[in-house]
């Protein structure tokens, strides 16, 4: 089940809200932990399986290392439990790529290759496993409190607004409000607008901006125009998906009384690469600082190891959205911008380019990764800078042309201009007023005409 489909928007989302609503609030953690189990086994219900799994598995790896007087049973506890969320997340999102790696050793010295059934990758597990992980790590370091209970810990892992693709949520964020939180017709009237603007932003734009982009990745031989014309589709795609998934995830949370922290922040009006990383994907960029840059060293054992931290842990970062060289290299791509950056003293808030020279410089950087990120494989990323430098002529084939239509570039004008505006605040205002609410409404009329007239496509991160 997915939020932009007919069964979830006029189907469980309501009922679920009737049911929260109706039933006393001891119990509405146990509805929440029903609820999103429903949720993820529409999927497949073998699955469900492994989140209870994982939930389990950090639920009781995080109770011992708190109770632990012994500082070895505390840490076999803590690295225990890592270990088996870890081996999880291996078998079902790297075992391929760990034995094609490695059939392609074998087979340069004449052995007989591995052969693998296929598995299926379970939708969200890695958010589910940087989750688990960061539950168990902050309740050791006595910086999160133990759940208060297992319902309330199994409900937050499983939490369905934001299980499938973010944001990476911290319990010590939620652990307060699974206690006690508000519930009021404005904020609940503000998590509409939230969602029903997420909608529309994936729906309206990034739908619509698909095709384009998909049209120029699968070209052999692109030309400079078509090139950066699908490397800036396909940026535009994928903000207004994700962004949209997450503004459609902070809206339910409102709806049921949760503030889930913002996971982007004008990404594409930022001036350095670094700015970037602080306004996308804020709380993997969070997870990843705290939970590895930090552990490795940070910045604190000179200025060769800060770099190769800063490059590491991007590497790291390109890996957890998958299986794949060209994730790998567009974490190492950002890695050594990040790394370079910080070698010319340039930082937020302290030493930067000209904003004329900054801000084009910076999306260069990240169209340019973009492509890596797309593309099903090096080669082909290759193919796309080929025609980005003109390798392959300069303007759009007639065939091009042809199969674009008008509504696909005004989807790409219209999410250019918005992608650098503060999308929270310019669209969801501070107060409660008719015109906004119109606009709400007829956000959502038009999303639901988008909704029927076209097939299932289902957000971009949930390959992740």
């Known amino acids: 089940m997915i939020f932009a489909s007919h069964i979830f928007i006029f189907g469980f989302l309501p009922l679920f809200l009737a049911a929260y609503y109706l039933?006393?609030?001891?119990?509405?953690?146990?509805?929440?932990?029903?609820a999103s189990y429903a949720f993820y086994g529409w999927?497949?219900?073998?699955?469900?399986?492994?989140?209870?799994a994982i939930s389990l598995i950090s639920y009781v790896s995080a109770t011992i290392a708190a109770t632990a007087v012994d500082q070895k049973r505390k840490a076999l506890a803590v690295r225990s439990g890592i270990t088996l969320i870890l081996c999880a997340l291996g078998y079902f999102k790297y075992a391929h790529f760990i034995v094609g790696m490695t059939n392609g050793l074998t087979e340069s010295f004449g052995a007989a290759a591995f052969t693998m059934n296929t598995i299926i990758l379970p939708i969200g597990i890695s958010f589910l496993s940087f989750q688990s992980i960061s539950y168990i790590i902050d309740v050791a370091r006595k910086d999160a409190p133990p759940a208060r209970s297992l319902v309330d810990f199994l409900a937050f892992v499983?939490?369905?607004?934001?299980?499938?693709?973010?944001?990476?949520?911290?319990?010590?964020?939620?652990?307060?409000?699974?206690?006690?939180?508000?519930?009021?017709?404005?904020?609940?009237?503000?998590?509409?607008?939230?969602?029903?603007?997420?909608?529309?932003?994936?729906?309206?734009?990034?739908?619509?901006?698909?095709?384009?982009s998909d049209r120029v990745f699968a070209l052999a031989e692109p030309s400079l125009a078509e090139a950066w014309l699908g490397a800036t589709a396909y940026a535009v795609q994928l903000f207004f998906d994700f962004a949209g998934y997450s503004a459609m995830a902070i809206g339910l949370g409102l709806m049921i009384g949760f503030k889930f922290v913002e996971n982007f922040d004008q990404p594409y009006a930022s001036q350095s690469v670094t700015e970037f990383w602080r306004r996308w994907h804020i709380s993997l960029s969070n997870w990843l600082r705290d939970y590895l840059y930090v552990p490795l060293g940070g910045n604190r054992n000179g200025t060769l190891k800060t770099y190769r931290n800063l490059i590491l842990t991007m590497v790291l970062g390109g890996l957890w959205h998958g299986a794949n060289w060209t994730f790998i290299l567009w974490g190492g791509w950002h890695g050594t911008a990040l790394a370079l950056e910080r070698l010319a003293g340039m930082k937020p808030g302290g030493r930067q380019l000209p904003f004329r020279l900054g801000w084009p410089?910076?999306?260069?950087?990240?169209?340019?990764?973009?492509?890596?990120?797309?593309?099903?494989?090096?080669?082909?990323?290759?193919?796309?800078?080929?025609?980005?430098?003109?390798?392959?002529?300069?303007?759009?084939?007639?065939?091009?042309?042809?199969?674009?239509?008008?509504?696909?570039?005004?989807?790409?004008?219209?999410?250019?201009?918005?992608?650098?505006?503060?999308?929270?605040?310019?669209?969801?205002?501070?107060?409660l007023t008719p015109p906004r609410s119109a606009t709400?409404?007829?956000?959502?009329?038009?999303?639901?005409?988008?909704?029927?007239?076209?097939t299932h496509t289902p957000f971009l991160y949930f390959q992740f």
């Open 23 to 34: 039933v006393p609030a001891r119990f509405r953690s146990l509805l929440i932990l029903l």
């Open 43 to 52: 999927w497949r219900v073998d699955y469900l399986a492994l989140v209870i």
């Open 158 to 212: 499983a939490l369905f607004p934001q299980l499938i693709a973010g944001p990476v949520l911290r319990y010590k964020d939620l652990a307060a409000q699974f206690l006690e939180r508000t519930h009021s017709v404005e904020k609940f009237t503000f998590g509409v607008q939230r969602f029903v603007t997420g909608l529309a932003m994936k729906l309206l734009v990034a739908d619509t901006v698909a095709p384009l």
């Open 361 to 431: 410089v910076t999306m260069m950087i990240v169209l340019i990764g973009w492509v890596m990120f797309r593309a099903p494989n090096v080669g082909q990323a290759f193919d796309i800078y080929g025609g980005m430098i003109g390798l392959n002529g300069w303007a759009l084939s007639s065939q091009f042309q042809y199969a674009t239509q008008s509504v696909e570039l005004l989807a790409l004008c219209v999410g250019g201009c918005l992608s650098t505006l503060d999308l929270k605040n310019r669209v969801l205002f501070d107060r």
């Open 440 to 454: 709400t409404v007829a956000l959502f009329l038009v999303s639901s005409l988008a909704l029927s007239a076209r």
